[in-house]
């Protein structure tokens, strides 16, 4: 016990594990996420529907979705896929997580139909191919190491048709600003979240400073065996996702401070993205 609280309190060289396949893949874990996705209150996995519904309008203002071929990068219950479907894009959605893309396609009747789901890990899998739009929508690039990104836009790019585009979002330098160092435990944490047995849930979170990166790491101990999941995010300036963007073929076509295109400043929390492949 003193050695695992001992390597828990202590922090881990940077994107050290990648833990978020057991996250999205843990059939309790992934009913608790999928919940949290398709209520329209709640910002905790997917964000609400109206701000959804405002990305949309947004996306297809600048994208003019009507007849091109869109990936969905963790597309989760396909909440914008559906309204990508709706505005005439041919609409594929991609997630790791096989409750999702179940849910999804369950869902994908009536309008819906014609929309593809596929379970596909977006960090080794190849992606669809002969693309004309890829999306990758709330943050999910930041969770992702520098080889995994470099990787994963590096996959984007050869799948996408020429003149194709990439829509994303990251965390902003403010937002990393705002984030806390802390502590906490508890009998069944987060109310159970983690387990639907009884457990103690820890939660330690680190700032990486000159990284400008974070990590929530939970430790779950149950009567007869303990679990860890790793939080990495990391947090971007317009010049360093620019830089990204730009060593694996892109350049950045619009910048806003959300997916619902306001103007970025240096007070946003977020960089919302829209690139072409050059
Ligand atoms: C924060 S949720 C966002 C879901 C969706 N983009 C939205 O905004 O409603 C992250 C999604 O990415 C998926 N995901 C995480 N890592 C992935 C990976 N390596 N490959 C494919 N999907 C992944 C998760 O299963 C989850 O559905």
Not at 197 to 216: I, N, T
């Amino acid at each position: 016990m003193h050695q695992l609280l001992t390597n828990f309190v202590s922090m881990p060289e940077l994107f050290s594990t990648y833990t978020t396949r057991k996250l999205w893949s843990d059939t309790h874990i992934s009913t608790q996420m999928l919940k949290a996705h398709i209520d329209p209150s709640s910002d905790r996995a997917s964000r609400q529907a109206e701000t959804i519904a405002d990305s949309v309008t947004w996306l297809d203002d600048r994208l003019k979705l009507a007849g091109k071929k869109l990936c969905d990068l963790g597309c989760g219950p396909g909440l914008y896929a559906r309204q990508f479907h709706e505005r005439g894009a041919q609409t594929i959605g991609v997630d790791i997580s096989s409750n999702s893309i179940e849910y999804a396609r369950r869902n994908a009747s009536g309008s819906a139909h014609g929309i593809k789901y596929e379970i596909l890990d977006y960090t080794q899998d190849p992606l669809p191919s002969g693309m004309d739009i890829f999306t990758l929508i709330y943050c999910d690039f930041c969770v992702l190491s520098g080889d995994q990104r470099h990787h994963l836009l590096r996959q984007i790019h050869k799948y996408l048709n020429d003149d194709g585009q990439l829509a994303l979002d990251v965390y902003s330098l403010t937002a990393f600003s705002k984030f806390r160092e802390g502590v906490s435990f508890e009998h069944n944490f987060m109310d159970g979240f983690w387990s639907p047995e009884d457990y103690v849930g820890l939660h330690k979170s680190f700032r990486y400073e000159r990284e400008k990166a974070s990590l929530d790491r939970y430790l779950i101990i149950q009567p007869d065996k303990h679990w860890e999941v790793y939080n990495w995010l990391q947090y971007f300036s317009v010049e360093s996702i620019g830089m990204e963007l730009e060593a694996a073929g892109f350049q950045i076509d619009h910048l806003a401070s959300s997916m619902t295109g306001e103007i970025y400043t240096d007070t946003s929390e977020q960089i919302a993205i829209i690139a072409s492949a050059i």
